[in-house]
């Protein structure tokens, strides 16, 4: 009996079944999840077997290099708020990703794709673009889910570093709060009710509610903002009370 050759669309569809095993075998019976590049090397296996390419192209003339600056406000350790600049570069462009039928290769299936990278410099920013148009382009059209264990996700990585200084900045601000208020609820009892006023305008908790709690204070900006409220009105308390 001759060897039933597969069309471009029946291959697709049988390298699709096994990734559908692992989503299920990750969420429906309580695994760890899968990460994405086992994910990946099972996709770009199956394409080997099943005699598949995929060739990816950038429209002509649909790259774009362009600036991106943004700011961010940040406060240092002693709570004074500042504004940091920071400057990258932003790379885009139309793609598209062309299935192949090694054994058939004018039988092709094209899809319309994007690139968008985001980096210090237009290098990186593009090299990041194309890594990240290729690994989602894989996932999506074969409806395999992203991993919360992604092995390249430098801006979750990046921002849990972020977070983290930014912790250590809100507690050693908030403690120097907690020392000038208890300095001068020593000296001056009388004006704890007006304290806490002052703290229920600014502070906020980590789900952005209004605290009257300064411990519950996560973000360094808003305990830069409280700690100079403080001072400003022990300040003016105390230049009344010299008059």
Do not use: C
């Amino acid at each position: 009996m001759p060897e039933v050759k597969l069309n471009i669309y029946q291959k697709l569809a049988k390298i699709r079944k096994p990734v559908e095993i692992l989503q299920k075998n990750k969420s429906g019976y309580g695994y760890k999840y899968v990460t994405e590049d086992l994910i990946l090397s099972k996709i770009t296996g199956l394409m080997d077997k099943y005699g598949v390419s995929l060739i990816p192209s950038i429209v002509a003339g649909s790259t774009k290099v362009e600036p991106y600056n943004y700011s961010k406000t940040k406060a240092t350790k002693d709570g004074k708020v500042y504004e940091e600049k920071v400057n990258e570069v932003l790379v885009s462009g139309d793609m598209v990703w062309t299935w192949v039928n090694n054994e058939n290769p004018e039988e092709k299936i094209p899809v319309p794709w994007a690139m968008v990278g985001q980096q210090a410099d237009a290098s990186q920013a593009f090299g990041s673009g194309l890594s990240y148009s290729s690994r989602y382009f894989l996932l999506k059209y074969f409806n395999a889910a992203t991993s919360e264990d992604d092995p390249d996700n430098w801006r979750s990585a990046q921002k849990e570093a972020a977070e983290a200084e930014d912790r250590e900045i809100t507690a050693q601000i908030v403690e120097k709060i907690h020392g000038e208020v208890s300095s001068h609820l020593e000296k001056v009892p009388d004006d704890r009710a007006k304290i806490i006023d002052i703290i229920k305008k600014i502070a906020r908790n980590e789900k952005g509610k209004p605290t009257s709690n300064y411990f519950d204070i996560t973000d360094p900006v808003i305990a830069g903002n409280l700690l100079t409220e403080l001072n400003n009105f022990f300040s003016k308390n105390n230049k009344e009370k010299e008059e």
